[in-house]
């Protein structure tokens, strides 16, 4: 059951708790008025999944099961608050993989059920690109937000709060998911991302051309499967003609094909919708070639440029916490059917 009421008043203070078990975190989170995190904890399962080199689902489910109750009740003392003192319960209901969100989903009905509280289904993307509210107060919509994460690439044009139009997206592979294929590659195993841009530090940017891919008639799509083979390719070649690899150039190569690609789409975008302000949201965002590069082109090209701090860019909950809390505001209400919905679209209500 989906429900829409009317606005609420913004007159006193709200708190949000939320509850984000996506993929392989367990987090939980207590936000003031969307913006404020007072809480923000977050237990990760790297360790356990770095044994079997990425996201075991079932594991992640089982690991979830007996983090939530532990994590909920950190986030609620951290804050120095009462599950009595919230005016609502948000929580991540897609996408994602179907068995951890279901953990949340779960836990999340029930206590909004036991306290009576309302429940606020969220968009994990939402929440990614909501992120950017917490540490920048002045930041309000519109704005173009650039969503790179595990699972999705997406170029978004915020027209509102709660209102999101895409403009492009991948084609093939995440941007997160083509730093962990080539991690793997070249021997830095799980989590990917963070040992590339590690190692990517001791490369030259310029020592292999790797391809930037261009898809005809979608100038904001993008596609990152061709680069991961071109990168496959020459650790091949150079194995056969048994040439010894640089890893670090590698990653920095294949670091540097990325940028470019983010990097002229985005300004691209910022220039023909006309948006002053360029925001980025996501793990991939975390990545500090990727930051520094957006920075640069967007002081270059006059836009006000918004990026959250990392902790903020991989999965966390104080976002859910802040997109809950404009959902909320806007008077969206969840029944105790809401259901984990692994492929649920950006822009299209929960129900
Ligand atoms: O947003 P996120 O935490 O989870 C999803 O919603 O998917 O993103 C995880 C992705 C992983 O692919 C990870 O390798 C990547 O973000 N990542 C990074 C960095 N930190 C995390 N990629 C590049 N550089 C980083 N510093
Ligand atoms: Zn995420």
Redesign the pocket.
Known sequence: MYLKMENQSAQKDTYILAVET??DETAAAVVKNGRKALSNVISSQIAIHTLYGGVVPEIASRKHIEAVNPVIKQALADAGMRLEDMDAIAVTSGPGLVGALLVGVAEAKAIAFAAKKPLVGVH?IEG?ICANYIENPDLEPPFLCLVI????THLVKVTDYGRYEILGKTRDDAA??A??KVARSIGLGY????K??ALAKEGNPEAIHFPRAVIDGAPYDFSFSGLKSAVLNYLNSCEMKGEEVNRADVAASFEQAVVDSLVSRTMHAAKETGYRKVAIA???A???AIRAALKTACEENGYAFYYPS?VL???NAAMIGSAGYYEYLSGVRHGWDLNAVPNLELGNDIV
């Open positions: 996506s993929c994990h990614h994460s595990g699972g999705h997160g998911e730093f962990d989590p990917g991302g963070p590339v841009d996501g793990g991939v975390a990545n500090s990392p860019c991989t999965d």
